[in-house]
Nanobody, 116 residues
Framework: QVQLVESGGGLVQAGGSLRLSCAAS????????MGWYRQAPGKQRELVAA???????NYADSVKGRFTISRDNAKNTVYLQMNSLKSEDTSVYYC??????????WGQGTQVTVSS
């Protein structure tokens, strides 16, 4: 069984910062990509940022220059540093891990609310 435990969401004023963390545990091996998605009410889930085991990153255009993704391979943990937050960043953020042979796991989601 694979568990993804997220933390770090909350309420912040526009222009502020938050840091999300996601730790993977259980029967998970050969983690390839770790990333963050978000889904606002009435909208599709979208990729925010992802990082490969080799450190290659990919960001949504809307967060480039403001968000930074990083990972600690020894701890099977991925982080998302979010700066200069905007009201449109308000969403539920989900951790995603691709591991093994094309296996995917999702976290339970953490709410990020940015007040203007």
């Amino acid at each position: 069984q694979v568990q993804l435990v997220e933390s770090g969401g909350g309420l912040v004023q526009a222009g502020g910062s938050l840091r999300l963390s996601c730790a993977a545990s259980g029967s998970i091996t050969n983690i390839n990509v770790m990333g963050w998605y978000r889904q606002a009410p009435g909208k599709q889930r979208e990729l925010v940022a992802a990082i490969t085991s080799g450190g290659i990153t990919n960001y949504a255009d809307s967060v480039k220059g403001r968000f930074t993704i990083s990972r600690d391979n020894a701890k099977n943990t991925v982080y998302l540093q979010m700066n200069s937050l905007k009201s449109e960043d308000t969403s539920v953020y989900y951790c995603h891990v691709r591991w093994g042979v094309l296996r995917n796991s999702w976290g339970q989601g953490t709410q990020v609310t940015v007040s203007s």
